[in-house]
């Protein structure tokens, strides 16, 4: 597939990709005459006798208010000659007018389909699946990440509503963005007519249920969770840039008021509107990892790092001047980025992953699978200056190497993010520590975040291998060179640099948007890289942009030789 165009270029030919929408894929409309269903149906969360089942109503302009009882059946066969389960549910303010099902007594491994009525109209028909017991030969994996509404259509949601591959989505976060007018995306929103709802940062309840409603009406996203059951974790666009426990980078109390009230909304909203079951006993919305089991063959467990063990991100800017010698950069990575105190998980998410972990290994699986919202393995960034990255090479003209930029991380050679994993190194070490513990050295860890493609290798501070991280770019989000202004030859050039110059990155492509179809049989994995050709229109063409094998070398995973 040809590399995507800058998007200053790439508006420019939209009315060409327009017109070439009678060759390429299209994302469906509504359902004709869904006037209170308009934001779709969604399944997820599923287990193997339970899984819950999700809409929305939209109430009549005259009685926004009025509670509406609403009928809900869920059958083995599209047409609903044979219903499974059937029953009652009241849509109202109380929850933002969804409805979210939790349907029980049903049988492991089985596709069912479902839908919803009220006052007369019937919802579209979505499909869902339980999860399987027993022996199981294959389990196809949709990796998606980073939905950014003003960004573009969410083409690549519809590819994974196409994919006959796929079995179950996986969403590590960024579901939606907090973003307002002005703020990251809305030039080119603007310019699509995708424009964040509401036009300011979202920090109240109404505002986030407002912001999820839009993203639902996106025709891909509905297509998506129309087709295939939806498990997740969030990272920190579901509630604001960068949180931690304790705050956010993009939160200002002065003016946006309590850190634990915004916070607090941002979850209920989340809860309302996606298909996951409600914590149980002990556990709070917060606490929101998983553990999913598929049969014989793997193990699935969601990690939640962002509103239950997560200490501070160090932020360069204070330590931009102070960084003058080498010595100084050591201290800075052994005492700062290092220091112990400053957490990834909770412990309660660390019990649980250690006990998953040891019940896969007991049970035989072949694959442990970690849902992760952030990249895990190291990316100290490269001297890409030494290595010949010019900076007029860089499209907006920006003076580089005098702000903490990636002249000055590369120079002295500090964390690519300091807000994923490579920000929390001591942290990273206890999660291995923890995994090692358990028996296991062969993660699969599925990531999202940095609106790349990755293919890494993980190893422990000892050089231990871990196993392997495969990294999905944007659904719509843009990869961090080409947003930052750099043409799309240096973009392309600095992808090469990470692969050649650091010893975790096996490949990566920050060029395009898409999602990661991994495959896992018993005794092999297959992992595709699917790009879609643009978000700038809602007409499209899938294509794999690398396609690789994972195999099973002296206890851990490697990866074959890969078809590009």
């Not at 993009?250 to 850190?259: I, R, Y």
């Not at 392997?468 to 640099?497: H, K, N, Y």
Request: glycine residues 10%.
């Amino acid at each position: 597939m040809p590399a995507r165009p800058h998007r200053r270029e790439a508006l420019a030919l939209m009315a060409a990709m327009t017109a070439a929408a009678s060759q390429s894929h299209a994302t469906p409309g509504p359902a004709p005459g869904a006037s209170q269903f308009r934001h779709g149906v969604a399944s997820g969360d599923p287990d193997a006798s339970s899984l819950v089942i999700w809409t929305r109503v939209t109430p009549a302009a005259s009685a926004p208010d009025r509670p509406l009882t609403v009928t809900w059946r869920l059958a083995p066969d599209p047409a609903f000659t044979g219903i499974a389960a059937t029953g009652k549910a009241v849509a109202g303010p109380a929850a933002d007018f969804t409805v979210k099902v939790l349907v029980g007594g049903l049988k492991p491994g089985q596709t069912y389909f479902y839908d919803f009525t009220v006052d007369g109209e019937t919802s579209p028909t979505g499909r869902t699946r339980t999860l399987p017991t027993g022996a199981l030969d294959r389990l196809g994996i949709a990796l998606a990440s980073c939905s950014n509404y003003a960004y573009g259509h969410f083409n690549a949601y519809d590819a994974i509503a196409k994919d006959p591959q796929v079995d179950v989505v996986l969403h590590t976060g960024d579901y939606i963005y907090e973003y307002g007018a002005g703020e990251w995306g809305d030039d080119v929103g603007t310019l699509l007519g995708r424009r964040h709802q509401p036009p300011h940062e979202t920090v109240t309840l109404a505002d986030y249920r407002q912001r999820h409603a839009q993203y639902k009406s996106d025709r891909g996203a509905q297509a998506m969770h129309a087709a295939h059951p939806f498990v997740a974790c969030w990272d920190d666009h579901e509630s604001t840039n960068n949180p931690w426990m304790g705050g956010a980078q993009n939160h200002q109390p002065d003016t946006e008021g309590d850190w634990a009230t915004r916070r607090a909304a941002s979850i209920q909203a989340y809860f309302e509107w996606m298909p996951v079951r409600e914590p149980g006993p002990g556990r709070s919305r917060a606490d929101f990892w998983r553990v999913y089991r598929f049969g014989d063959l793997a193990t699935l467990v969601t990690l939640e790092t962002r509103h239950t063990g997560r200490g501070e991100q160090v932020a360069y800017g204070p330590w931009f001047e102070r960084i003058q010698t080498p010595q100084d950069r050591d201290a800075f990575m052994s005492e700062v980025i290092g220091d112990p105190a400053r957490g990834m998980l909770s412990p309660a998410m660390e019990a649980d992953l250690r006990t998953a972990l040891e019940a896969s290994k007991a049970t035989g699986q072949p694959w442990r699978v970690i849902g992760n919202a952030s990249p895990m393995a190291r990316m100290l960034v490269p001297d890409v200056a030494a290595l010949g990255i010019e900076p007029a090479r860089n499209l907006k003209g920006a003076t580089l190497g005098q702000s903490p930029d990636l002249f000055w991380t590369g120079r002295w050679n500090l964390p690519f993010y300091t807000d994923t994993w490579d920000g929390y190194p001591a942290a990273r070490e206890r999660l291995y520590g923890l995994c090692q513990g358990a028996g296991v050295e062969d993660l699969l860890v599925l990531t999202g975040d940095s609106h790349s493609f990755w293919m890494n290798r993980l190893f422990d501070g000892e050089g231990r291998p871990m196993g392997l991280e495969l990294g999905t770019a944007g659904i719509s989000s843009p990869g961090d060179f080409v947003e930052s202004g750099w043409d799309l030859e240096t973009a392309d050039r600095l992808d090469r640099l990470f692969e050649s110059q650091l010893e975790e990155v096996v490949w990566t492509d920050n060029l395009h948007q898409g999602y990661v179809r991994v495959v896992l049989e018993p005794h092999v994995a297959t992992a595709d890289f699917v790009a879609v050709d643009t978000v700038l229109t809602d007409s499209y063409r899938p294509g794999v942009l690398r396609s690789t094998r994972i195999v099973r070398v002296d206890g851990t995973l490697d990866y074959e030789a890969a078809e590009a």
